[in-house]
């Protein structure tokens, strides 16, 4: 009765202690990976502008650049430059590395509305808040600079 009340207890306590470190690792995680206020105010200023691809659900796949296009812009502008493409920056990873970003939602020319979504969808999945909730307002500031911009204009 003893042996198996203490092997009880000891399966109970490294049930406990996986659950503790996994929650840690989780919370470790999502404190590493923050919003790129950089790229957020960057995005913003491209909608502002009319850079902006109101593509729709799912083709980020075909719209996202390609790991040789991403290199051919680093290699041209810099990883500086690389970032402002990002919502997200994962502090784990040096400055100078493709890993140290996150959550890309553009083509290096344009804001495209797919990869807001994306981002946006990947950042619920994961519970990064901050990331979410910035995806969601560039998707809606796009979505009114759009509905502006085909509104009739008010006769004289």
């Known amino acids: 009765m003893i042996k198996a009340l203490t092997t ?61 296009e991403e290199n051919t812009f680093i290699r041209l502008n810099g990883f500086a430059e690389y970032a402002k493409w ?12 493709k890993r140290r970003y996150k959550f890309p939602y553009g083509d290096f020319k344009d804001v495209h509305r797919c990869g807001l979504l994306a981002a946006r969808s990947r950042a619920i999945q994961y519970r990064y ?10 998707i809606e500031m796009s979505s009114r600079k759009r509905e502006q911009a085909a509104a009739p204009l008010p006769n004289p």
């Open 86 to 97: 990002h919502l997200g920056i994962d502090e784990r990873y040096p400055e100078n590395t």
């Open 129 to 138: 808040y901050d990331i979410e909730d910035a995806a969601g307002r560039l």
């Open 8 to 68: 009880g207890i000891a399966i109970a306590a490294l049930i406990c202690y996986t659950a503790v470190s996994l929650f840690a690792e989780d919370r470790a995680q999502a404190h590493a990976l923050k919003l790129n206020r950089t790229a957020f105010q960057h995005a913003q200023e491209l909608i502002s502008a009319g850079r902006f691809i109101p593509d729709g659900k799912g083709a980020w796949s075909e719209h996202r650049p390609s790991a040789d």
